[in-house]
């Protein structure tokens, strides 16, 4: 790796763990976290009640909901605990990026919305803010995990250098 190169990487790396240590993952990662204590006391609670009230059908569609919104939340909570270990400096964002392949971000869709209107409201509304919470994390994922030939030049508009140089050449010639 040439020293440019290395050194445009270097500051890559330095830009994308900043983003871990920002206060908007602070804000996702409670987020998150909430929300997974927030879902657990809910099935654990009330929607083992309103469960049990539902017909069949719908019984089988809650069951498989509910094992899919633990599925998701699981794999953002993994997600973002390993982005915190980034951040408290348990461990580099280059060991991090080789640990978040045993994260899945894509990890169960919610079914199909006509049987998803069917389920009780609370849970209706924890599948839809998991849904929103596993957009961002993927959006965040694909900021800080980019190739780095994907991303902007950390030196600003590439073309700064040319443009300096033209006009360097025209200032000696009217000079």
Known sequence: MSDRSHSEAADLVQFSERLTNSPAFGTLFREGMDLVEETAAYLDGPGRTEAKMLDRPVSLTYATE??????????????????????????TLIQANREKTKVKLTAAEPGADDMLVKLPQQLQDLIARSVTLQAKVRRLDATIHSPLTERPSAVGNPLAPQLNRLRAAFERQTG
């Not at 909570?77 to 915190?84: M, Q």
Request: no cysteine.
């Open 66 to 91: 509910s094992m899919r919104l633990t599925t998701r939340l699981m794999q953002l909570a993994s997600w973002l605990l390993l982005h915190r270990a980034v951040k408290e400096g348990e461990m």
